[in-house]
């Protein structure tokens, strides 16, 4: 990274044939995939992307699903589902298509980044193999929605290798890439927004730094992404309301840390960051969700509060032990850079952890690994460095067939839930869309107790009620669907549909009158309810009042 260090001279093309390879191989079977859990929304019933006319109102609104509680603002990404739609409507295979493209893109630069950076090609390759067969960035492969983290992470490595360009040759034009590329990464996914703050990074350790050249060429670079950086937010501000995109949860639901002292928000943030080691070391029980109560939230000691605790020392000390080799010391401000913002630590997010959110953090952590054993003491002896290959090609190829098992979990969302169901089982969410599956598949009774379980471990989700009401009046169970569906109201009284669907329960019931109150009170809610307005009509016109 410093003038200490030698340049990297490129990634060979044999090693970048190996890399994409090997992420097009693990990736190629979730072609056949559907569209599943948030791609329902962002995707396959959005009508955002339904036409290229439509970009521009992508790119004046909040177009990132109707039915999420946050208004993200991610208009690039959006963009590019609708040029997928304008190719080939809503088959998934397309989308599926560009997100191993993407991932094996990025897999290549992270080749590349590793060479550039000084680690020798034995760990570039290793840090490069890593990430690109991991088990752990399925979900940001395997779900289309994922590509968000894809986009992002792609432009963000590319501007950092114009950032190194930059800092040694000072030409406008890496600059202007580099800035570039920052807009392309913050339109994505808001989590690139912290490149400038890793260039700062790498900068505080290079022997450049006390040079007024490399200062000025620093500062540049700040202020060009950070001009970029405010017309995200200004332009974001006005699609979605908030700097943020976030808003409060309707039904208690699930931004469970808004709200919360910053000591809860701290223990949650440590007890998230011991589950996400233990899944990047052995990435067995994979789930999709890990929203309430999977992840509880700590309000006093547990033991995975003091794990994390302890893998954040561990932290610290290897960046304090790092600054003597500046290219380690940047990749671990990197992951921690990464990763701080969507721990809730900082500011609460409307999740409390997600596997895609390990994307970008685990580009850094690879080249850690991949430098470390290239450059320790296992290489340098020819019989340890034997067994090291060994070990690692088992590793690889373990990593591999559980990568290529996990895809086949994202085929369909039936497939999905049932395995998270598993490796979730407290997760109300997860429970209700498990549920939900039965419920198609005419497993009513199944489907009643996955939905009374969620309405169990989050008795304030109103989503479940409302399913769960459903449910019994597909049973049957005309009481019981009243009782449910008023579960939902008292959760979230200000919905219109919960009100019609109240009404409809009590016109089968013959409750007429209480009927027509339900169905006013929709009119109430939501003037131009058309369901409401029919049922209404249909009453009075039978006579009731």
């Given at each position: 990274m410093g003038q200490d260090e030698p340049r990297g001279t490129g990634a060979p093309w044999g090693r970048i044939a190996i890399v994409a390879v090997a992420a097009l191989c693990v990736y190629t079977g979730s072609v056949r995939n559907g569209f599943t859990f948030d791609d329902r929304w962002i995707v396959?019933?959005?009508?955002?992307i339904r036409g290229l006319d439509h970009i521009p109102r992508i790119w004046r609104s909040a177009d990132w699903g109707e039915e999420k509680v946050t208004r993200h603002y991610r208009p690039l990404t959006l963009t590019t589902y609708a040029l997928n739609y304008a190719l080939h409507g809503l088959r998934p295979a397309g989308y599926h298509l560009v997100n191993i493209l993407l991932h094996a893109a990025v897999s290549v630069l992270v080749l590349i980044?590793?060479?550039?950076?000084?680690?020798?090609?034995?760990?570039?390759?290793?840090?490069?193999?890593?990430?690109?067969?991991?088990?752990?960035?399925?979900?940001?492969?395997?779900?289309?929605?994922?590509?968000?983290?894809?986009?992002?992470v792609l432009a963000f490595i590319a501007a950092f290798l114009f950032w190194l360009r930059f800092r040694e040759r000072g030409r406008p034009g890496d600059l202007v890439a580099l800035a570039l590329l920052y807009g392309l990464g913050v339109f994505c996914k808001e989590q690139s927004a912290v490149l400038p703050a890793v260039l700062v990074a790498a900068e505080g350790v290079s022997r450049r730094f006390g040079d007024p050249i490399g200062r000025r060429r620093i500062v540049q670079a700040c202020l060009a992404c950070g001009a970029i950086l405010v017309v995200d937010l200004l332009l974001g501000r006005a699609a979605t309301g908030s700097f943020g995109g976030y808003r409060t949860p309707p039904g208690g639901y699930p931004g469970l840390l808004f709200g919360e002292p910053f000591g809860v928000r701290g223990m949650t943030s440590l007890k998230v960051l011991d589950r996400a080691v233990r899944?990047?070391?052995?990435?067995?029980?994979?789930?999709?969700?890990?929203?309430?109560?999977?992840?509880?939230?700590?309000?006093?000691?547990?033991?995975?509060?003091?794990?994390?605790?302890?893998?954040?020392?561990?932290?610290?000390w290897a960046s304090v032990q790092a600054?003597?080799?500046?290219?380690?010391?940047?990749?671990?401000?990197?992951?921690?850079?990464?990763?701080?913002?969507?721990?809730?630590?900082?500011?609460?997010?409307?999740?409390?952890?997600?596997?895609?959110?390990l994307y970008l953090?685990?580009?850094?952590?690879?080249?850690?690994?991949?430098d470390w054993i290239a450059s320790g003491p296992l290489w340098r002896d020819g019989r340890s460095r034997r067994i090291t290959q060994v070990l690692l090609v088992v590793m690889m190829v373990f990593w591999s067939v559980r990568t290529v098992d996990r895809n086949l979990d994202w085929r369909t969302q039936k497939s999905l839930f049932a395995e998270a169901a598993r490796t979730s089982p407290r997760s109300a969410r997860v429970r209700m869309n498990n549920g939900l599956e039965l419920l198609t598949e005419g497993k009513t009774?199944?489907?009643i107790r996955e939905l009374e379980t969620a309405t169990e471990i989050l008795p304030s989700y109103a989503n479940a009620y409302s399913n769960l009401s459903l449910a019994y009046e597909r049973a049957g169970?005309?009481?019981?669907?009243?009782?449910?569906?008023?579960?939902?109201?008292?959760?979230?009284?200000?919905?219109?549909?919960?009100?019609?669907?109240?009404?409809?329960?009590?016109i089968r019931?013959?409750?007429?009158?209480?009927?027509a109150g339900a169905f006013g009170r929709a009119l109430a809610l939501e003037p131009g309810n058309l369901d409401a307005q029919a049922e209404l009509e249909a009453l009075r016109a039978a006579g009731v009042r």
């Open positions: 396959e019933r959005n009508p955002a980044l590793a060479l550039r950076i000084g680690v020798p090609p034995p760990g570039a390759l290793i840090a490069a193999l890593a990430f690109a067969v991991h088990p752990i960035h399925t979900e940001a492969v395997a779900g289309v929605v994922g590509r968000a983290e894809l986009l992002a899944l990047l070391v052995f990435p067995i029980a994979l789930s999709p969700d890990y929203s309430f109560d999977q992840i509880s939230i700590p309000r006093s000691f547990q033991p995975s509060v003091a794990a994390g605790g302890v893998i954040a020392l561990a932290i610290v600054r003597s080799t500046p290219r380690r010391f940047v990749m671990c401000a990197w992951t921690v850079l990464a990763w701080v913002p969507v721990s809730n630590l900082l500011v609460p997010i409307t999740t409390l952890f997600g596997e895609r959110l953090p685990s580009v850094a952590l690879a080249v850690i690994a991949g009774n199944e489907a169970r005309p009481g019981d669907a009243e009782r449910a569906i008023r579960g939902a109201i008292l959760a979230q009284s200000d919905r219109a549909s919960y009100w019609v669907q109240l009404g409809r329960i009590l019931e013959r409750k007429d009158a209480e009927a």
